[in-house]
């Protein structure tokens, strides 16, 4: 099927992964660390207790965002409700004793999906989040969907940078109007849909456009970047998990061996082949990072660790990943920072980079932090 068949006859250059897109949010509730429960909260890090989700196809030459799809389902882990996300969601525990089964409400909404969509929602925790449900109610953990992050997607679209921010910033910033509060999952799906709408009506204006033979590139290197970006980048398949991991031999200093390191070529950890570089390798502190992109399986992040042998020899540990645009929106923060500050980075030791679960979890086993369940929170490691 074709990009212009896809599209049902929308005028659009935009290269749609899909017939449609489903944005998806989901609300969870989060463990209380002194309550006891069946399962360890590192393997799930949140109970799903709402999805939401709406449809954009394509019909009569625009983008429809369909009625919400929204279903309440009741926990089985988390039961009482945590306050910091009763605060967010306005829920109460007797909220959670109300709803489907887990198995019943993702069955109801796999057949609402339908065929030939993509995924999408704003920045990925909804999607670790997802997987994490899955495997602990023994379902196949694989999605058989492409996932799209609207956030990166937002930034670089519409602000023109990489900043990573809420959905309630995006539909102000795009003066999409506001209905009702935020922070229920078929809500924030609807806005986000919207969100998602409104920049690609922006990318097929933009290309519509009659040539303007006096706007150069020079002149405008952002609407030139816009008659060019493709919607692949921004797109991640969340059933995969290439990587490939390498050791360098050892040196007397981490100068010497990262110096030494070959850094002008890489293979995809999916399919093997060449990729192409995307942002070379720089060093930063105790790590190198690089970014890659393979025409099937996007981004790539190339990252070197150093290491220490107890004889006071120091070698690499080099991963190659598959990895998601808001990773990738990342390691260009780091970039920055090693443009700015040079190889030992920023001055002040900044907060250590966490994991999305170590985010959830106070590792030192108190309350959680007060979190929005819609951080939209990426990490690099
Ligand atoms: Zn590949």
């Known amino acids: 099927m074709t990009v212009n068949e896809r599209t049902n006859g929308i005028k659009s250059s935009i290269d749609h992964p899909a017939a449609s897109y489903i944005v998806i949010d989901l609300e969870w509730n989060q463990p209380i660390p002194w309550i006891k ?8 890090p949140g109970e799903i207790i709402e999805i939401g989700a709406v449809k954009i196809s394509s019909a009569h030459g625009d983008y429809q965002v369909s009625k919400p799809f929204h279903v309440m389902i009741r926990p089985v882990c988390y039961t009482v409700m945590n306050r910091n996300v009763s605060k967010v969601t306005n829920k109460i525990s007797s909220d959670l004793r109300f709803g489907l089964s887990f198995s019943d409400a993702y069955e109801s909404f796999k057949e609402w999906c339908g065929k030939d969509y993509v995924l999408c929602g704003w920045g990925n925790s909804d999607l670790s989040i997802l997987k994490a449900n899955l495997r602990y109610h023994k379902h196949a953990v694989e999605l058989n969907t492409l996932f799209l992050d609207i956030q990166p997607l937002f930034a670089r679209i519409a602000e023109g940078k990489s900043q990573q921010r809420s959905v309630e910033y995006a539909v102000d910033f795009l003066r999409i109007p506001k209905k009702e509060d935020f922070h229920s999952a078929h809500r924030d799906a609807e806005y986000t849909g919207l969100i998602l709408r409104e920049l690609l009506q922006m990318l097929d204006k933009i290309r519509n456009e009659p040539v303007d033979s006096s706007r150069t590139a020079a002149l405008d290197p952002m609407h030139s970047e816009l008659m060019t970006l493709r919607l692949a980048p921004y797109l991640q398949n969340p059933d995969l998990h290439a990587e490939t991991n390498s050791k360098t031999p050892l040196y007397a200093s981490w100068d010497a ?30 790590s190198g990072f690089s970014l890659w992109f393979c ?3 996007h981004m790539v992040l190339g990252r070197m660790r150093m290491k220490k042998t107890p004889e006071g020899k120091v070698f690499a ?6 990895t998601d645009p808001g990773s990738a929106r990342l390691v260009m923060d780091r970039y ?8 030992h980075g920023f001055p002040m030791a900044p907060a250590p980079v966490e994991t999305a679960a170590e985010n959830v979890m106070n590792p030192d086993g108190e309350e959680p932090q007060p979190i929005d369940p819609h951080p939209g929170k990426t990490s690099v490691e």
């Open 257 to 286: 061996c990262y110096e030494d390191f070959p850094k002008d070529a890489a293979l995809c950890p999916a399919c093997g082949q060449p990729i192409a570089p995307q942002l070379p390798w720089f060093r930063l502190k105790k």
């Open 295 to 297: 025409e099937e399986h």
């Open 317 to 322: 540990a080099v991963s190659v990943r598959l």
């Open 336 to 343: 920055e920072e090693y443009i700015t500050y040079g190889i």
């Open 37 to 44: 429960t069946l399962v360890d909260p590192k393997e799930l």
